[in-house]
Nanobody, 119 residues
Framework: QVQLVESGGGLVPPGGSLRLSCAPA????????MGWYRQSAGKQRELVATIINDRNINYADSVRGRFRITRDPTKNIIDLQMSALKVEDTAVYYC?????????????WGQGTQVTVSL
């Protein structure tokens, strides 16, 4: 069974930086797209950034230029380096991955990690 293990997160003042990491556990998997989504109180979950490889990366407009997503293709570990953080970046951040098994792509989510931007 695929599990996405997230790390990082925490409390940071506005303008600060933070890094999130996500790694698959439970075996060896064929993974296509991976990414980060976030959900703040009272709002729907939204895309932050996704990556297939270095040539196929997508960012939400709200984070482009401030966040950077990278992927280790050998281990399928993704990092999200967040800089110039704003109060509105406060949310629970979820790792996401498309995993091949059962003759189809399956979507998996991590348990979520809290990011709080506050003085």
């Amino acid at each position: 069974q695929v599990q996405l293990v997230e790390s990082g997160g925490g409390l940071v003042p506005p303008g600060g930086s933070l890094r999130l990491s996500c790694a698959p556990a439970g075996g060896t998997f064929w993974i296509n797209r991976m990414g980060w989504y976030r959900q703040s109180a009272g709002k729907q979950r939204e895309l932050v950034a996704t990556i297939i490889n270095d040539r196929n990366i997508n960012y939400a407009d709200s984070v482009r230029g401030r966040f950077r997503i990278t992927r280790d293709p050998t281990k399928n570990i993704i990092d999200l380096q967040m800089s110039a953080l704003k109060v509105e970046d406060t949310a629970v951040y979820y790792c996401n991955a498309e995993v091949w098994y059962g003759a189809k792509w399956n979507i998996h989510w991590g348990q979520g990690t809290q990011v709080t931007v506050s003085l």
